[in-house]
């Protein structure tokens, strides 16, 4: 007996659909992160700043006071949904989720670079970037979900998503 | 010898608060939502949307064919996040994390309010919350993280979010 077949909602991915995705991501400011609340197991979902480093990769910043930097240190893999709907149904507005690994930046020069390519995007941040307790993240993103409206969806290799 | 003691970020709850964060879940049209991939146990973050039901509990529609329901049928402890910055610091605008079980609205008179408290919100989703395999889901809220602003937080318990 034939197994029913789920139907593939998903299209084929051009270069158009690789340049749109990266438009999302070069020009978003913030994301939704997902983690994994250390105690509990259980995900939790909290908003991030966000930017693209110099090469394209995504960064984001945060404090050791939040819950979310506690989940990231003990469970490193995450997940960002970047995209933010305007008028009318928000399912019809284009989205994406990066799934990959967190990484703190480190080292000085780096986290110097990384540091101007994220105020340059979020130019107000420079009243905490530099605060104790601070720190800039790397996403090195594996792969990505990208929505561009209803039931219209590609999966982004990471490939796909170089700058 | 004395332990150093956390800085304590969390204010204290007023009506105010509680107001202020009934007023962001009744104007929200849509979510960002964290689950587990059953495949691999790492977060996942991805949009939704979103409305409250006659009582004032979230509510929210699904595709079977989405990531985001197969993780809820398999881990159904998640976070949604919701609040949508405006210009400026992305930090700076209020967002409210909330935490609980999510659960499928199987009857059908139940079905039938949600259904209609959907849509008084996202009207153009009368296109596809009748078509097979959508489904509506609750959020059992335990608890949330109500920030409404830069180191500016409240914890919430389900009481606090009582319409």
């Known amino acids: 007996m034939a197994e029913k077949k789920k139907p593939d909602m ?10 749109a995705a ?7 400011t913030y994301a939704s992160i997902a983690t994994i609340d250390p105690k509990t197991g259980d995900p939790m979902c909290s ?3 966000f930017a693209t480093d110099s090469k394209g990769h995504p960064v984001f910043i945060m404090s050791s006071l939040s819950g979310h930097h506690a989940a990231l240190v003990n469970h490193p893999q995450t997940s960002l949904l970047i995209g933010e709907p305007g008028s009318g149904d928000p399912l019809a ?9 967190a990484v703190q930046v480190q080292d000085e020069e780096d986290r110097a670079s990384v540091r101007t390519s994220y105020l340059s995007r979020n130019p107000k941040a420079k009243l905490y970037v530099d605060l104790n307790g601070f720190t800039f993240w790397r996403l090195l993103a594996e792969r990505a979900g990208y929505v561009v409206g209803f039931g219209k969806a590609y999966a982004l290799t990471s490939a796909d998503l170089k700058a």
């Open 10 to 19: 998903l299209q084929p991915v051009t270069d158009d659909t690789r340049a």
């Open 22 to 28: 990266r438009d999302l991501l070069d020009n978003a």
């Open 47 to 49: 908003r991030i700043g």
């Open 93 to 101: 507005h284009e989205r994406i989720s990066l799934f990959g690994k």
